[in-house]
């Protein structure tokens, strides 16, 4: 399959190295500006793989992302944040990159290119057809990432991919394909930037539209929130103050019994 690969084209800019700071930072940000339009044109795409998504879901079925890189380092941060914020299981959105948990903070060696390991590690999770799996990979060529889908399409179970390649193996090979073109980085091929920055604006799309279909957000409030740590403790009582007719203190004892804020608001008599 030929296609061009634009988020490897040359940058637009040359000798970086002669430029000011002030420079560098007005170009990187004039760069960062056309990501948004870019996932703008993409919405369609994006609308498919979540209806998909809650489809399954709905259905008792768990979201999967995978990627090498950074690619897979983003979708475990999306999914490692879902359940502080919206009271989920830690098994129901789940990341998964390539080379472990060790690639998390140091690349692993070939890694990526490894063609029959991500099919081992969604098994590992006893995958089934009520799953949906994300493929997340700018290049759209990642050999991990395009044969753990292809396994999952043989297997009947739902895929998706987040690319920022049009025309890629990948995007050929996801039933529900998002493609986002930002064309050429800052740094030539540096594709953390400007891809990066794509991603993580889909992957935020993905999860908390998802989260709200599923019931997880209340009005504008995240109701189900985990309550680890003072600052989030707080937020809840103020929460509660805003829905019933409590003060501070009392909503802090309705919270501390009920433990969520949508428990408190609920049994509030």
């Not at 498919?48 to 998504?53: D, P, Q, S």
């Not at 992302?65 to 941060?77: E, H, M, Q, W």
């Not at 080379?99 to 991500?118: F, K, L, S």
């Not at 292809?150 to 998706?160: A, M, R, V």
Request: charged share 20%; proline share 3%.
């Amino acid at each position: 399959m030929s296609f061009t690969k634009t988020t490897e084209q040359a940058s637009k800019y040359e000798h970086l190295e002669q430029m000011s700071v002030t420079d560098l930072l007005k170009n990187i940000n004039n760069e960062d500006k056309t990501v948004p339009l870019a996932v703008e044109k993409a919405l369609p795409q994006i609308e498919h793989l979540v209806t998909e998504i809650v489809t399954k879901m709905k259905q008792g079925g768990r979201l999967f992302y995978i990627g090498a890189g950074t690619s897979g380092r983003l979708g475990i941060v999306d999914a490692s944040e879902c359940p502080p914020t919206f009271g989920v299981s830690f098994d129901l959105v789940l990341g998964i990159i390539a080379g472990g948990d060790i690639a998390i903070r140091r690349a692993v060696e070939n890694a990526e290119d490894n063609t029959t390991q991500a099919w081992k590690d969604l098994q590992a999770y006893t995958i089934t057809t009520n799953d949906v799996v994300v493929g997340i990979a700018a290049s759209g060529t990642t050999p991990y990432v395009i044969s753990g889908l292809e396994k999952c399409n043989e297997n009947g179970i739902s895929t998706g991919c987040i690319t920022c390649n049009a025309g890629s193996p990948l995007a050929k090979t996801a039933q529900f394909p998002i493609e986002v073109v930002v064309g050429p980085e800052f740094v030539t091929g540096s594709s953390r930037m400007k891809a990066g920055t794509a991603q993580k604006l889909i992957l935020n799309m993905i999860s908390t539209t998802a989260m709200i279909q599923l019931g997880k957000v209340k009005g504008n409030k995240m109701v189900d929130m985990q309550l680890s740590n003072d600052k989030l403790v707080d937020r809840g009582i103020k929460m509660i103050m805003e829905e019933i007719p409590v003060d501070y203190k009392q909503a802090g004892e309705l919270l501390k019994q009920y433990s969520s804020v949508r428990n408190a608001v609920d049994n509030y008599k």
